[in-house]
């Protein structure tokens, strides 16, 4: 039972990061390989205050928040000056400087070593500490996230954030600054994927460099093109199977090389069989 | 690399004017030109206001509106959504408003989809407001291109060839459309080969040869003048 509530657990907190990845690449059509920096960055703006400075977990996620969305509009200036293969490759680039930072920057980060200690969410004396509490904490949080970014994606806002992706040049014939869009959008998927740092962080009350390289953005990114690109629950979905699949292979013993391998393959296999996906309403 | 020279005409609001020459002439240059899809030197001015060195999006703003050669709908997006793209609307459409003044946001928005559903049931079309614009025949899109041009707010137009490729039927679907912008107080400038539907058209004609203009006035009067005859023929 605790072993379950762990899973989903963990399931509720990649579906606030593939929502927000989805948000990002899905809708808005910028192959971002970065999320997992700004996981990170909630993260250990959760495990540095809370450790340190013994703030509230939930005072900590704003700065999370503030922190990962001062970094996305700042990267989004260069970024969003490439386009479509150049804008990946970029996006390579400030993922491998912010992993190093995280790694090499020991003052802050402690490094490789990781922080440990980061405190459970408290509520006055209430403490979240328990698994089911934290699991109903975590839905809120993703329910949350679900509710914002589809109230945006229902209205014509969302209608632009399609337009930007499927051909900037039309978007912007029809009267629409593309980039200004896809600003925004960045910076609201980096919110989000802080705030599912900040979350992480409290939850295995661990924080290491590890948990927020490369590999963890493109194993996001599969999850949200099996699950579907430009749907929501795909989102959900696509990180439920995928997290799932990995309990269940460790549980038969399947080796983590073993697990990598096939997960490299479920990726090859969707783009030939199903380029959109379980749920998805777009094919990349 | 240079391609239009020496372009110099005006156009009169409210008229109907037809841009025409060989392939290659530099026709939809000039479309890309006054939308800043392409640099250009110059001056290109709607009433007072210079286009030149804005952005494609500030001369939408302007009030300029445009369909391109070939269909540019936007596959992944239902019908209804691509029209929805292109209303004026939807610029005011805010992440505040969004969240704080959802009320009139969603009454708005319903208007907005309502008046883009009318425009579908004025071509027969409504019951594909749903589909994915990448479903439609060539023909169509064709159609929901002129329709998306209801919905954007604009003082002048630029019909890249709106007829090529058509059945009768529907061009003549079309022209009526047409009458119907052009009724509504909006200025054109269309492009085609078809002289038939040229001379039925249009109010002036502008003939433009490798980037220049070499002739202009009303269809009778060009077709008669040499070097329009010439670069028609070929040499
Ligand atoms: N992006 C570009 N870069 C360089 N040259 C271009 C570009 N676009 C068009 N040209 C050149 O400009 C010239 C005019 O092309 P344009 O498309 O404007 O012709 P057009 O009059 O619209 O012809 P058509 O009737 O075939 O559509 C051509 O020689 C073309 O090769
Ligand atoms: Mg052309």
């Known amino acids: 039972m605790d072993f379950i509530l762990q899973v989903l657990i963990i399931i509720g907190i990649h579906s606030i990061l593939t929502m927000s990845l989805n948000y990002v690449a899905g809708f808005t059509g910028l192959m971002s390989i970065n999320h997992a920096a700004f996981y990170g960055m909630g993260a250990y703006a959760t495990a540095i205050l809370s450790t340190q400075y013994d703030w509230n977990f939930f005072l900590t996620i704003p700065v999370g928040i503030v922190i990962a969305g001062i970094v996305a509009w700042l990267v989004s200036f260069p970024m969003l000056k490439m386009k479509e293969d150049s804008f990946v490759l970029v996006s390579l680039g400030f993922a491998i400087i912010m992993f190093n930072i995280m790694q090499n920057w020991t003052d802050l980060t402690k490094g490789p070593l990781g922080i440990k200690g980061v405190q459970a969410p408290m509520l006055g004396d209430f403490s979240f500490f328990a698994k089911p509490l934290f699991l109903v904490l975590v839905i809120v949080a993703a329910a949350l996230t679900y509710w914002f970014l589809n109230r945006i994606l229902k209205t014509p806002y969302g209608t632009i954030l399609k337009g930007a992706r499927e051909n900037e040049t039309v978007a912007r014939v029809n009267g629409h600054n593309v980039v200004s869009y896809q600003r925004s959008a960045f910076v609201v998927g980096a919110i989000f994927a802080a705030i599912a740092g900040a979350f992480i962080a409290s939850f295995i009350s661990f924080v290491n460099p590890k948990a927020f390289e490369l590999i963890i953005s493109v194993y996001l990114l599969i999850m949200i093109i099996l699950g579907g690109m430009a749907s929501l629950p795909g989102s959900i979905l696509g990180a439920f199977i995928m997290l799932t699949s990995l309990e269940v292979l460790r549980f038969a013993g399947v080796s983590a090389e073993w697990q990598q391998i096939l997960y490299g393959f479920i990726l090859i296999v969707i783009m030939f069989f199903r380029p959109q996906g379980i749920l998805g309403k777009y094919k990349i | ?235």
């Not at chain 2, 009169?12 to 030109?33: R, Y």
């Not at chain 2, 936007?74 to 459409?93: D, G, I, W």
């Open chain 2, 1 to 235: 690399m240079k391609i239009l020279n020496d372009l110099s005409f005006t156009i009169k609001e409210g008229s109907i004017t037809g841009l025409i020459g060989p392939n290659g002439a530099g026709k939809s240059s000039f479309f890309n030109a006054l939308f800043a899809l392409f640099p250009s030197t110059g001056s290109i001015k709607l009433e007072d206001i210079e286009l030149v060195g804005k952005t494609p999006n500030q001369v939408n703003h302007l009030g300029v509106c445009r369909t391109f050669q070939d269909s540019k709908l936007l596959p992944q997006m239902t019908v209804l959504e691509n029209l929805m793209l292109s209303s004026k609307y939807s610029e005011t459409v805010t992440l505040r408003r969004v969240f704080f003044d959802s009320k009139n946001l969603s009454e708005e928005q319903k208007n907005e989809q309502a008046q883009g559903i009318k425009l579908l049931r004025k071509v027969g079309l409504e019951k594909k407001a749903h589909i994915l614009a990448g479903d439609l025949s060539y023909g169509q899109s064709k159609l929901i291109e002129i329709l998306k041009l209801f919905m954007c707010d604009s003082k002048l137009i630029l019909l890249d060839e709106p007829f090529s490729g058509l059945f009768p039927e529907m061009i003549k679907v079309i022209t009526r459309l047409i009458y119907e912008l052009v009724e509504s107080g909006r200025t054109i400038i269309f492009v085609e080969h078809n002289m038939k539907l040229i001379s039925e058209i249009c109010d002036h004609v502008i003939v433009l040869d490798a980037g220049t203009k070499i002739a202009e006035g009303t269809f009778d009067h060009v077709r008669k003048i040499p070097a329009v005859i010439e670069a028609y023929l070929g040499d």
